[in-house]
């Protein structure tokens, strides 16, 4: 595991602290990496999101009613 050297902001390592203090994590490191797999995770589902409305724009209008809009979104979802 590489090690480096990072610098917090007062609030930031208070509140790093706290929760090792508050038996949240067993050190800063297990937070802050925990953090950083919390946030590859989401970015992970933010561009799945953008590349479905992506594709979305790209298709163009639509003359479907809103029901059978969402007649087809519940049936693509279920499956």
């Known amino acids: 595991m590489s090690r480096q050297s990072i610098s917090f902001t007062k609030p930031n390592d ?3 602290k706290n929760q090792v203090d508050n ?4 050190s800063k490191s297990e937070l802050v990496n925990d ?3 919390q946030a ?5 589902e933010i561009d799945w999101i953008r590349t479905k409305l ?16 969402l007649a087809q ?5 279920n499956g």
Not at 23 to 26: A, D, G, L, V
Not at 40 to 44: D, G, L, M, S
């Open 40 to 44: 590859r995770k989401q970015q992970v």
């Open 23 to 26: 038996k949240e994590y067993t």
């Open 54 to 69: 992506d594709k979305a724009e790209s298709s163009g209008f639509s003359t479907d009613s809103k029901n059978e809009i």
């Open 14 to 16: 208070e509140w790093l």
């Open 73 to 77: 979104s519940k049936s693509l979802l």
């Open 35 to 37: 953090l950083i797999r």
